[in-house]
């Protein structure tokens, strides 16, 4: 039995090409093609495919509303996404709505074959480009962990404080948000900067990814040993 699928992709020449290579590969048939989002989750109710291939980027709305409703209709329906995004923070939106697999458009059919054949596995395939990307992001992160005294030195005040100077907020905003005066939240800030061996907030803020990676895996150390 050929596998059934649904192909949503704006950009008219690309969807037929597609659609051609895929049926000439054999086992698979497009039951129907779209470049609309809204269009796509109306075929969808109709056609009942057994795999979805959806652009992340269509001109109606966004691929990610469209994945997110698909998931909440059949959550066992493998969804590929096809994008020529290689953002990180949309990567792992995606993957967090359940989407199978990240193809990035060009890579070549045998790597959009491997996101169809792990898919259906239920399991989760990513672009090998893409995974550089995550992976030299995660050795960032590390590096910045050993450049960094460890912020389990800071109190659980200079820690809020951490938090909100990350997030741009000026010693009058943070102040307010905490109900202390702009003396103690200056007084926090020279302090968390001797702790943490860094000479201004630009340093800290350029070391975002690992400031929150950390203070967050502090909090589920908590939460665990609770």
Excluded: W
Excluded at 42 to 48: N, P, Q
Excluded at 180 to 185: A, E, G, N, Q, W
């Amino acid at each position: 039995m050929k596998k059934t699928i649904l192909l949503v992709e704006d950009d008219l020449l690309l969807r037929k090409g597609l659609k051609t290579m895929i049926e000439m590969r054999g086992g698979f048939s497009i039951d129907a093609d779209t470049g609309s989002g809204k269009e796509a989750l109306r075929l969808f109710g109709m056609v009942h495919p057994d795999i979805v291939l959806l652009d992340l980027r269509l001109p109606d709305i966004p691929g990610t509303e469209v994945l997110r409703q698909l998931k909440q209709a059949a959550p066992k329906v493998p969804v590929i996404l096809l994008t020529i995004c290689e953002e990180n923070e949309l990567l792992f939106q995606a993957l967090a709505l359940g989407a199978n697999a990240y193809v990035l458009k060009g890579a070549g059919p045998e790597e959009l074959f491997l996101g169809i054949h792990y898919s259906l596995k239920n399991e989760v395939f990513i672009s090998p480009k893409l995974a550089k990307i995550i992976v030299d992001d995660y050795l960032l992160v590390n590096q910045h962990r050993k450049s960094l005294p460890p912020l389990h030195n800071l109190t659980a005040r200079e820690k809020q404080i951490v938090r909100l100077i990350i997030d741009g907020k000026k010693s009058k905003e943070i102040a307010d948000i905490l109900f202390i005066s702009i003396k103690t939240v200056n007084k926090h800030r020279s302090n968390i900067l001797v702790k943490l061996g860094i000479h201004n907030l630009s340093e800290l803020r350029q070391r975002k990814l690992y400031v929150l990676d950390t203070i967050i895996d502090e909090s589920q150390k908590k939460k665990l040993k609770n």
